[in-house]
């Protein structure tokens, strides 16, 4: 019997460690932690659709988080995406003292920690809507968005050209 307890509190408390293995996929921050906790019918789904953010599919969800709910994604000088967690409404909504998302039930702390180190690795998937076309702007550079809603090659560097980049090109 006592073994019964002791099996899902190490589990969780392994799934909280820095050594958390969890894919930092889109389509896994959606479906294990999204889609159940924010995605249902009442809050954040394609039928509701509160505040203009569904989390229930990961098409849906591409398309709310490429609003800039996961903050600004940049790209190091080795081109790698990285983001701010800090900066994050994503977080912030997840974190805040008052209003807390989701409001049943905040979210368990190994999952904000996931999505910490997920938008600190860029936020894959994140970064493009699949319907707002084949470009978009990460920090200073112009890359291309590829139907698996990744990075793909840098098409302009804006910086290079002293310019901002701005809608999927250098201004």
């Avoid at 006592?2 to 909280?16: D, E, S, T, Y």
């Avoid at 994503?90 to 805040?96: D, G, P, Q, W």
Wanted: aromatic residues 6%; charged residues 20%.
């Amino acid at each position: 019997m006592h073994r019964l307890f002791c099996l899902p509190a190490i589990a969780l408390i392994a799934c909280g460690t820095e050594n958390d293995q969890r894919p930092r996929t889109v389509e896994y921050v959606t479906e294990a932690i999204l889609a159940p906790s924010c995605g249902n019918a009442q809050c954040h789904s394609s039928f509701r659709n509160a505040y203009g953010f569904a989390f229930d599919t990961v098409e849906r969800a591409q398309q709310s988080l490429a609003n800039g709910l996961v903050g600004a994604i940049t790209l190091n000088t080795r081109d790698e995406p990285e983001g701010e967690p800090a900066s994050s409404l994503l977080i912030n909504v997840l974190t805040r003292t008052r209003d807390r998302m989701p409001y049943d039930q905040p979210l368990p702390e190994p999952d904000i920690n996931m999505l910490r180190r997920w938008i600190d690795f860029g936020a894959p998937g994140a970064q493009c809507d699949p319907s707002a076309g084949e470009l978009i702007c990460v920090g200073r550079k112009v890359v291309e968005c590829l139907d698996t809603f990744d990075y793909g090659a840098v098409v302009m560097d804006c910086a290079t050209m002293n310019m901002n980049c701005t809608a999927g090109a250098c201004q």
